[in-house]
């Protein structure tokens, strides 16, 4: 079993920057596995966000973030990060943390499905 954690959610202006964090515990294994990122805006289904392989090597991202948002994974600290900047009002939701649970996974998934493990999510709140 793997429990996930976010943290580093808030209340921002647009234009302004946030760094989630999800760490990572239970089976050191979880190490290996593919990460991912999600949110949820209210009266929506979740969606993808980011993801990432086991050792960082790749990254996806969806459109709308592409050049605005950074996922990065620490492996000996167990911990993935979505780094957020030039924040829109669109951005607003609760983020998650999710794991695919694949030993050596390139993190090539963007649908909830494709994760096993999830985190309880964290807000973000980008006024205008």
């Known amino acids: 079993q793997v429990q996930l954690v976010e943290s580093g959610g808030g209340l921002v202006q647009a234009g302004d920057s946030l760094r989630l964090s999800c760490a990572a515990s239970?089976?050191?294994?979880?190490?290996?596995?593919?990460m991912g990122w999600f949110r949820q805006a209210p009266g929506q289904e979740r969606e993808f966000v980011a993801a990432?392989?086991?050792?960082?090597?790749?990254?996806y991202y969806t459109d709308s973030v592409k050049g605005r948002f950074t996922i990065s994974r620490d492996n000996a600290e167990n911990t993935v990060y979505l780094q957020m900047s030039s924040l829109k009002p669109e951005d607003t939701g609760v983020y998650y943390c999710?794991?695919?649970?694949?030993?050596?996974?390139?993190?090539?998934?963007?649908?909830?499905?494709?994760?096993?493990?999830w985190g309880q999510g964290t807000q973000v709140t980008v006024s205008s």
């Open positions: 999710a794991a695919d649970g694949r030993y050596y996974s390139r993190g090539t998934g963007s649908r909830v499905g494709d994760y096993i493990y």
């Open positions: 239970g089976r050191t294994f979880s190490t290996y596995y593919g």
């Open positions: 990432i392989g086991w050792s960082g090597g790749t990254t």
